[in-house]
């Protein structure tokens, strides 16, 4: 099966580092994949919350030359495969993510290790803001922490982008869940999504809910994914020789009790990683949430108000899948 594939591209591209009017509409090459890689014609691509410290040349995410064009994750439709990809046919649904970027556009090429097929249970929308925070909440939860079914998990930022998805996989691999959201917006959707307590870190009292919850020393691991008001206290319920993880870049760095062993870790992705997070998610729906989803051209636009409040992840509409 051949698909239409065309010369050229818009892509939201940068040709200097700076603020967020440094982001504007460009026409690409669409690029070619080497052997070893999938070409996706994008659907959606997840905005992450590093994306502004990379546009800013604050953080390397991928090459150094210009144009460049950011974004570390996105999902689409298999338009065109290297000689020695295997696993892909063109026409698939596939979900991506990859160090190097390129997702604020129409295509981008990624190595085959790095693209996984949309999980019977994920919208093709909704797996575009599935890739890098799936994978880093699955790299916390089975990685670091070792999660298993009965244990009781400390999520603390669980109404962000990495914590909703953390706290879905942890219900599925049996764990009893203590959430610590943002907002009462964020009690409810964690609450919908199956945790078992959860608190609003900005307003409530952390220290009182979770002994409620379990008791003192109660939790045999915790997520730490924003470092905020309550977590102090929150971490005073870990019991010794448990494990607290965070992805690197929470900042300041979590203090933990004494006993307790704090892991920091990358959520880099590879072909296991997708693997074991794809059989996790099965065919039962997971709910990827969309905060708000901006049209390719409004890439400056999301970063200006990324940092305003939001509940999961931030999008953009590259085209209609």
């Known amino acids: 099966m051949q698909r239409f594939v065309p010369t050229n591209m818009k892509a939201a591209a940068i040709d200097h580092f700076g603020d967020p009017d440094v982001l504007h509409l460009q026409t690409l090459v669409v690029p070619a994949p080497k052997p070893d890689e999938v070409l996706i014609e994008l659907s959606v691509a997840g905005i992450g919350v590093w994306d502004p410290l990379v546009r800013a040349g604050k953080l390397e995410f991928g090459p150094r030359s210009f144009p460049f064009v950011i974004g570390n994750d996105g999902a689409g439709t298999v338009a065109a495969i290297g000689r020695e990809v295997k696993r892909f046919q063109v026409g698939d649904h596939v979900y991506a993510y990859t160090m190097k970027g390129g997702f604020y556009a129409e295509y981008v090429a990624v190595k085959e290790e790095n693209v996984a097929p949309v999980p019977p249970g994920i ?24 999660l298993r079914a009965g244990q009781k998990l400390l999520i603390f930022g669980a109404s962000g ?17 203590f ?15 199956g945790a078992d307590k959860a608190v609003d870190g900005q307003t409530g009292d952390v220290a009182a809910v979770a002994r409620d919850f379990a008791g003192r020393e109660a939790f045999d691991g915790g997520l730490v994914l924003v470092n905020g008001r309550g977590l102090k206290e929150a971490v005073t319920f870990l019991k010794p020789g448990s494990r607290l993880a965070h992805p690197n870049g929470v900042e300041p760095v979590p203090e933990v009790p004494s006993g307790v062993t704090r892991l920091s870790y990358d959520g880099t992705p590879t072909r296991d990683v997708f693997e074991r997070l794809n059989k996790l998610i099965g065919s039962a729906p997971l709910h990827v949430e969309l905060a708000r989803v901006y049209r390719l051209e409004e890439a400056d636009r999301a970063h200006r108000e990324i940092d305003q409040h939001h509940l999961g992840k931030l999008a953009l509409r590259v085209r209609a899948a």
Not at 134 to 146: E, F, P, S, W, Y
Not at 167 to 176: D, H, M, T
Not at 179 to 193: I, M
Request: a negative charge; aromatic letters at 0%; glycine letters at 16%.
């Open 123 to 146: 919208k093709l929308d909704e797996a575009g803001a599935l890739g890098a925070d799936g994978v880093t909440a699955l790299r916390g939860l089975d990685d670091q922490l070792h």
């Open 161 to 177: 982008g990495i914590g909703h998805i953390a706290v879905q996989l942890a219900k599925r691999i049996g764990a009893q869940v």
């Open 179 to 193: 959430a610590v959201a943002s907002g009462k917006d964020g009690v409810e959707l964690v609450e919908r999504l």
